[in-house]
């Protein structure tokens, strides 16, 4: 069977038909999805839009790599990430990764460590526009809290700035989860 083979960053809106169909992988019962859309607050400011800027060929290669890497590790037959560039509406699709795996546990945990992998070691920066008109660079944060281990090498950093998102039920400082861990930034 030979798989699709399309861009890992794009800039046009993302589609998940250019992921290949399960039917392709009949030994997978999990399907791990995520798609990640813009929204339209950030740290208590209200967001209008936002731009996605990527080293393209670096940031091709290294998405590929990783997906290799997450098959291998989690033992997975399908790891596959598309992430936009270029101007962002809110509602729009940033990123969508999708794993296929013989258990439900397989395929969430290789799409989640898809996401994480992407976000924090791909050169793909992302710049908030504001309601009140400015605009900011914004730092990659994680999604989940990492505890006791250290087997993954972005999992080995701490987060300095507090989660103000309207979901959470109060404010944490992040790097209480790994405190004796130095937080990793991109060289700009």
């Known amino acids: 069977m030979e798989l699709?083979?399309?861009a890992r960053i794009q800039d046009t809106p993302l589609q998940q038909d250019v992921f290949d169909g399960i039917q392709y992988f009949p030994e997978c019962g999990g399907i791990g999805i995520?798609?990640?859309?813009?929204r339209n607050h950030h740290e208590g400011k209200a967001v209008k839009a936002l731009k996605y800027t990527a080293y393209a060929p670096v940031a091709e290669k290294m998405i590929r790599q990783i997906e290799q890497e997450i098959q291998t590790e989690y033992g997975v037959s399908y790891v596959r990430v598309v992430h936009r560039i270029g101007s962002?509406?809110?509602g729009d699709i940033a990123i969508i990764a999708m794993a296929y795996a013989p258990h439900r546990r397989e395929a969430?945990?290789?799409c989640e460590?898809?996401?994480?992998r992407v976000k924090h070691e791909v050169p793909v920066w992302k710049e908030e526009f504001y309601m009140d008109g400015s605009s900011q660079y914004v730092e990659g944060c994680c999604?989940?809290?990492d505890q006791g281990s250290d087997h993954h090498p972005h999992r080995k950093h701490a987060h300095t700035h507090n989660c103000t998102d309207a979901h959470k039920s109060e404010k944490l400082?992040?790097?209480l989860i790994q405190p004796d861990v130095p937080v990793y930034q991109w060289p700009l």
């Open 88 to 90: 962002l509406d809110i």
């Open 113 to 116: 460590e898809a996401v994480e």
């Open 34 to 38: 995520f798609i990640g859309t813009v």
């Open 173 to 175: 400082p992040l790097n």
């Open 4 to 6: 699709k083979q399309f």
């Open 108 to 110: 969430f945990q290789a």
């Open 143 to 145: 999604i989940r809290r």
